[in-house]
């Protein structure tokens, strides 16, 4: 199997088991305290992760049973700015213990699917295809960013790991979309981004060459293009007109410009 999926792989089924560990050890009351996500409840939440690995997996095997996943896009073209709420809001009407193993019995599906995905088959997104370690990764990034906002309705600090960097990785090769949602054209020369991992280990991506660039904390870089905080709050510079406004707009994830959070 490709090494970079095996460890996108691992890293996924770690962050998965930390948020599982968290939310079976939470009273029933508190699966409906309100989370950073306006009108999601850590309910709201698992419901949500539950529902898009289901999803991926029905991808993941569309080159088998395409209509299952024909299916998807039809219910979420009829209701596109409603359908993933609908959705979480849905599956948080189930009791927890329910909730919780509906989630348990996805994650590891979804796994062994993007394993044994034919090599170079692409699966149907809501987007672009995507190659099982692209896939990989966004699950990755969505489960650690959702895990987070679990992490600040319970009170409990996250762990800070350099598993973080699937998603800087994911932000850096996000950034002309970023620009593109956003209506703005991309800068035509990369930037040089250099972060610092938790572990104190230096990441690089780009030119040394670079004009312009963007340097701090892999962990607020993180937090920054899933939108978790508001760049004021970051460890994140920028040196350039372009990357200052990178700064700005960057998103990792799918869909429309997110509403992103005030500085605090």
Known sequence: MNPLLSA???????????LEGLVEALPTVAWAAATPAVGWTI????????????????????HDDKASWDEVVLQALADPTGFVDAMAAQGAAAPPEELLARWRAARPALAEALQTLPE???MPWFGPPMSATSMATARFMETWAHSLD?????????ERSDRVRHIAHLGVRTRNFSFATHGLAA?????????RAPSGDE???????????VTGSAYDFALLVTQRRHRDDLDL?????DADTWLDIAQAFAGPPGA???PS
Do not use: C, K, M, Y
């Not at 996108?8 to 770690?14: E, S, T, Y």
């Not at 309910?43 to 569309?62: C, K």
């Open 150 to 158: 679990v992490h600040e309705a319970a009170g409990v600090e996250p």
């Open 237 to 241: 510079v920028a040196n350039g007109s």
């Open 120 to 122: 170079g088959v692409r």
């Open 187 to 195: 800068p035509d020369a990369e930037f040089a981004v250099r972060l």
């Open 8 to 18: 996108v792989l691992r890293d996924l089924a770690i962050e998965g088991d930390i």
């Open 203 to 213: 990441w690089s991506w780009g030119p040394g060459e670079a004009t312009q660039s």
């Open 43 to 62: 309910a709201h939440q698992i419901a949500h992760l539950a529902w898009t690995d289901e999803v991926a997996l029905l991808a993941a095997r569309a």
């Open 260 to 262: 992103g959070r005030s």
